[in-house]
């Protein structure tokens, strides 16, 4: 079973367009459905403010949108990363301005309202970095061994030296009240995805932007996130250059993101056909995989469903990717079916 509804569609509500989406499950089963609305253009700069739209019935219907927080002006607000904190209920949802600050708004009634945002800058951004995002997805509380609880957000970053675009992570081990720096995973890396294994180990997916050829880059951390590894191509997982999306379901990994350079479909377009893979075996292969959407599409965000099935907020359209952000809502029967 597989189905869509369009949540955003650009030209709406006073919006250009809307990009840049992030899915969370709120404490009572909402779906929260969060975007930039970008106001004048199609760019990723200028006059942009954070959105959200929630669901109360698993993403069949979307409420009005509501703006969580914007400016006044040429301010670019956006690049939201939400999380939900089990042992409090609290959702935090960190996000940018103008790439360069990093702020953070919590909500206590299930994403109804939102408190006033607080500057973490100075505790999550090293001086010498000219550029900075948070996600833009969702990040993740562990829920094993000695680091249980901890909440870790995924970031990257442009730094001065050469090849100069890096990951990384920050993290709050008191429920955010304060956040932690992790260091840096360098060079090439780019917007990225984490996920707890098994073992506790976390696993980070990265789009690259250096010696790309079609692949994912992952590292990793035994130490809830505040090292990592060398980063080191996934020769298994290919995506177009792009944002792309993992989680980690019922002890199985989900990832979506457009088809890769070399792949027939790439042909018309370099973000095209938002596809769907499945691992049984922690990434170490990925056999299952079928099309969410034929056509342009780009960015996009996965979220376990209350009900057991899956959901993904994608970028999608018939003549360009950034025409709507669609809800899809699919099973695992919908995705072995894909062969």
Same mark, same amino acid.
């Given at each position: 079973m597989m189905e869509k509804v369009n949540v955003f569609t650009s030209g709406d509500? @006073?919006?250009? $367009?809307?990009?840049i989406p992030a899915l969370l499950a709120s404490p009572a089963g909402a779906l929260l459905?969060?975007?930039?609305g970008r106001r004048n253009s199609r760019s990723d700069h200028g006059d942009l403010d954070l959105l959200v739209k929630r669901s109360n019935d698993g993403g069949v219907t979307w409420s009005d949108q509501v703006v969580v927080y914007g400016e006044? @002006?040429?301010? $670019?607000i956006g690049n939201p990363c939400p999380v939900m904190d089990a042992d409090t209920g609290t959702i935090w949802l960190p996000f940018c301005r103008d790439n360069?600050?990093?702020?953070i708004t919590s909500s206590a009634d299930d994403g109804q309202s939102w408190t006033e945002p607080r500057d973490i800058t100075g505790d999550v951004k090293r001086e010498d970095w000219t550029w900075y995002a948070t996600g833009p997805g969702v990040g993740i509380q562990l829920r094993r061994g000695k680091y249980r609880g901890r909440l870790v957000i995924p970031c990257d970053h442009r730094a001065p030296e050469l090849y100069n675009n890096g990951s990384h992570a920050i993290f709050s081990d008191d429920h955010g009240k304060s956040w932690q720096l992790s260091e840096a995973i360098q060079p090439g890396a780019n917007e990225c995805q984490v996920v707890e294994l098994e073992d506790g180990t976390l696993m980070m997916n990265m789009r690259m932007q250096l010696h790309h050829q079609g692949y994912r880059s992952v590292s990793f951390s035994q130490d809830g996130g505040a090292t990592w590894s060398a980063l080191?191509?996934?020769e298994y997982l290919n995506c177009a250059i792009c944002q792309a999306s993992l989680i980690e379901c019922e002890e199985e990994l989900i990832f979506s993101g457009p088809v890769p350079p070399g792949d027939p479909s790439a042909e018309r377009g370099e973000r095209v056909d938002m596809t769907v893979r499945l691992s049984e075996d922690e990434g170490g292969a990925w056999p299952l995989r079928r099309v969410l959407h034929e056509g342009p599409a780009a960015y996009s965000c996965l979220c376990a469903l209350p009900d057991g099935g899956i959901g993904c907020l994608y970028e999608g359209g018939?003549?360009?990717?950034?025409?709507?952000?669609?809800?899809?809502r699919f099973t695992r029967e919908w995705l072995e079916a894909g062969g």
């Open positions: 509500d @006073g919006y250009h $367009t809307y990009r459905a969060f975007c930039e006044e @002006g040429e301010i $670019t360069d600050s990093v702020l080191q191509h996934d018939e003549e360009h990717a950034y025409e709507h952000l669609v809800f899809a």
